[in-house]
C-alpha cells in the first residue's frame, strides 16, 4: 500500500499518559500536515512540514504537544499529560510541491483518553 | 467569525435531485480551493478542484465567487452513493495549511 499510513488506528489511554502517534508518507511528498477531527467538525489543523522543516503551528497545539518529522521521512506527534478534551481523531495527510496539489490523508489515529 | 464557514446540513433529498453547497470564507487573499469529501469514519478525499472560471467533473460543478468569498458545489442527478459529508477548503496562501470548513451532510435517499 502506497498510501499514507498512521499507526496506531486507535489508542486509549488515561488521562495524564503520554501518547505518541506515527504518520508514513507518500514516499516522494515533502510536504506532511496533521489535523485533528472531532465528531461533526471539519478537520483543525495543527502543524505543517516542509520536509524536516515544522513551517506552522497552529494555536491549538498547546505546550503538551509537539511534533518531529526527522529527515523528512515520517513524523511523529506527542501529547504528553493527555486529558479527555484531547479525544479525536487525529490525521495525518502529505502532498507534493504547492499548495495547488492534491492532500491525500491517512486513515487516521483515533485517540480516546479515560 | 470562522475562517471557512459551511451550512452543517444535513441536506435530505430524493435520489435524480440536484442539491447546491455553498461556502464563505474569510481570508480574501486566499489563493486555492477545493472540496472535499468525507464518508462516516473515513478520511477526506480530493472531490475536485476549484478554479476561478469554475469547473465540471462529470455530475458536480464548482464555482468561485472571489469578489463574494464564496464556494459553491452543485450536484446534479444525486445517487445514493453521493451520501457524504463534503468538506469545504481553502488555502490562504498557496503551500500552507489548508483550512477547512465543518462539512456539509448529504443524505440523498431512495
Known amino acids: 500500500d502506497t498510501g499514507v499510513s498512521q499507526n496506531p488506528r486507535h489508542k486509549i489511554t488515561k488521562r495524564g499518559q503520554n501518547v505518541t502517534f506515527r504518520c508514513d508518507p507518500i514516499s516522494e511528498h515533502n510536504r506532511l500536515y496533521w489535523y485533528r477531527q472531532t465528531l461533526g467538525q471539519g478537520p483543525e489543523f495543527l502543524t505543517y512540514f516542509q520536509n524536516e522543516a515544522q513551517l506552522e503551528k497552529s494555536r491549538l497545539l498547546s505546550d503538551r504537544f509537539s511534533a518531529e518529522r526527522p529527515k523528512g521521512s515520517f513524523s511523529t506527534l506527542e501529547i504528553q499529560r493527555t486529558e479527555q478534551g484531547d479525544s479525536a481523531m487525529y490525521l495525518c495527510?502529505?502532498?507534493?510541491?504547492?499548495?495547488?496539489?492534491?492532500?491525500?490523508f491517512g486513515q487516521g489515529t483515533r485517540l480516546t483518553v479515560v | 467569525r470562522k475562517e471557512v464557514e459551511q451550512d452543517p446540513g444535513p441536506f435530505n433529498v430524493p435520489e435524480g435531485a440536484t442539491v447546491a453547497f455553498n461556502c464563505t470564507y474569510s481570508n480574501s487573499a486566499s489563493q486555492s480551493f477545493f472540496w472535499y469529501r468525507q464518508d462516516c469514519r473515513k478520511e477526506p478525499k480530493l472531490l475536485m478542484s476549484v478554479y476561478s472560471s469554475g469547473n465540471e467533473d462529470g455530475r458536480f460543478t464548482a464555482q468561485l465567487n472571489r469578489a463574494s468569498q464564496y464556494i459553491s458545489l452543485l450536484i446534479r442527478d444525486s445517487k445514493l452513493s453521493d451520501s457524504a459529508t463534503y468538506l469545504c477548503?481553502?488555502?490562504?496562501?498557496?503551500?500552507?495549511?489548508?483550512?477547512f470548513g465543518g462539512g456539509t451532510r448529504l443524505m440523498v435517499k431512495p
Open positions: 495527510a502529505s502532498s507534493l510541491g504547492t499548495g495547488d496539489t492534491e492532500a491525500f
Open positions: 477548503v481553502v488555502n490562504p496562501n498557496a503551500g500552507n495549511m489548508l483550512t
